[in-house]
């Protein structure tokens, strides 16, 4: 991700599919500009494309280093994804999934990882559907910032990757 797309992250909030899935907006998280200017070794964002198009973003936390410490105690090798597909006509089409693959992949592959930990709303039935059918498993329900989220979970080793 570059500081030019930071305006795609501004579009995408518009999305009501979006919106509802984060409990808010993306560019409230912090200063965007900022933070893709930083070279962090526990965090990548990335922008997805299909044919050179951008079509979703995509956040790759190091849970166990990250600075905020967002995700409570976890145990080193524990990876989060962020992922949406910005607009309502690219979602539905496979895209997710393939995305997901290739970053599942280079969480364990690249990072290092020995799990991947995901926080979907337990009102997102269709994101952890989505997820169930990637073979992450339901671990428990949790609140982050006030949000009512399922965390599940994905061990290395539990597939192919
Ligand atoms: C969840 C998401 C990343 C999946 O990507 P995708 O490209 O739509 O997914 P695929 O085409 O590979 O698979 C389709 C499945 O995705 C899931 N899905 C979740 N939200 C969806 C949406 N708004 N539209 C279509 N499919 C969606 C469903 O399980 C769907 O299967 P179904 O049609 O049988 O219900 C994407 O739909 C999205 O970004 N949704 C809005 C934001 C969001 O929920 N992000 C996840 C936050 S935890």
Redesign the pocket.
Known sequence: MRVDDVTLIARWDEDP??LA?LGGRAMDWWDWAVEVDRDLAWRELMIAEEAGRAI?FVQLTDAHEEESQYWGAVEPGTWTID???GAPGD???????QLMTTVVERCFNVHGASQIL?D?MVT?R??I??YERLAFEPVGERDFDGDRCLVMRLVRGSTSS
């Open positions: 599919a979006v899935a979703g992922i949406w597909i979602r539905g089409r496979g895209l997710g999934a995901i979907p997102n269709r994101a559907a989505f």
